[in-house]
T-cell receptor, first 113, second 112 residues
Framework: KAGVTQTPRYLIKTRGQQVTLSCSPISGHRSVSWYQQTPGQGLQFLFE???????NKGNFPGRFSGRQFSNSRSEMNVSTLELGDSALYLC????????????FGAGTRLSVL | GESVGLHLPTLSVQEGDNSIINCAYS??????FIWYKQESGKGPQFIIDIRSNMDKRQGQRVTVLLNKTVKHLSLQIAATQPGDSAVYFC???????????FGQGTILTVHP
């Protein structure tokens, strides 16, 4: 069974631009969660989607948004990029229950110049 | 100015030794805990999980211990191998859909 796939693997953007990252979950998984990983803050939860609905949200500004499609694939968008948005963005998928194991993709490395 | 990076704890062991990685979790209401391993250039990889109604769980070469009284988790790796070298994270959740709260991580280095 294929794992979680994130595209692209690397992105370079400039301040003020926007970016869209994509995540394809493991087949049969209906929940997709997004995390930001930085050396300064570690791994932080952004939001979670299940059946095209956002069920949970972390403490990030409104510039960070996401959506989920009917096939469970998910995208996250960051608008008006700031230097501090440079990070590894990780997506994880699970079946969708509260105690389900989350399986992570390799991440998208975003650099904002 | 520049942000200060997290100073991750480090553990250095010899191949074949047993390793113990510790984690203090933050929320006494958390009821599910997971250990992940992250190698350079990869996403976190699931190792083992434990629910709050248990205090010990064993997998292949790994054991997780949970002490709810002091909000402490540990991961024991038996006969550590060079391939175990990575950053290890504990994560907790309050059955809150999708939201895992991660610890800062521990760098494990295994010397041949």
């Amino acid at each position: 069974k294929a794992g979680v796939t994130q595209t692209p693997r690397y992105l370079i953007k400039t301040r003020g631009q926007q970016v869209t990252l994509s995540c394809s979950p493991i087949s049969g998984h209906r929940s997709v969660s997004w995390y930001q990983q930085t050396p300064g803050q570690g791994l932080q939860f952004l939001f979670e989607y299940f059946s095209e609905t956002q069920r949970n949200k972390g403490n990030f500004p409104g510039r960070f948004s996401g959506r989920q499609f009917s096939n469970s694939r998910s995208e996250m968008n960051v608008s008006t990029l700031e230097l501090g948005d440079s990070a590894l963005y990780l997506c994880a998928s699970s079946l969708g229950g509260g105690h389900d194991i989350q399986y992570f993709g390799a991440g998208t490395r975003l650099s904002v110049l | 100015g520049e942000s200060v990076g997290l100073h991750l704890p480090t553990l250095s062991v010899q191949e074949g030794d047993n390793s113990i990685i510790n984690c203090a979790y933050s929320n006494s209401a958390s009821d599910y805990f997971i250990w992940y391993k992250q190698e350079s250039g990869k996403g976190p990889q699931f190792i083992i999980d434990i629910r709050s109604n248990m205090d010990k769980r064993q997998g292949q070469r790994v054991t997780v211990l949970l002490n709810k009284t002091v909000k402490h988790l540990s991961l024991q790796i038996a006969a550590t191998q060079p391939g175990d070298s990575a950053v290890y994270f504990c994560a907790e959740t309050i059955t809150s859909y999708g939201k895992l709260t991660f610890g800062q991580g521990t760098i494990l280095t295994v010397h041949p």
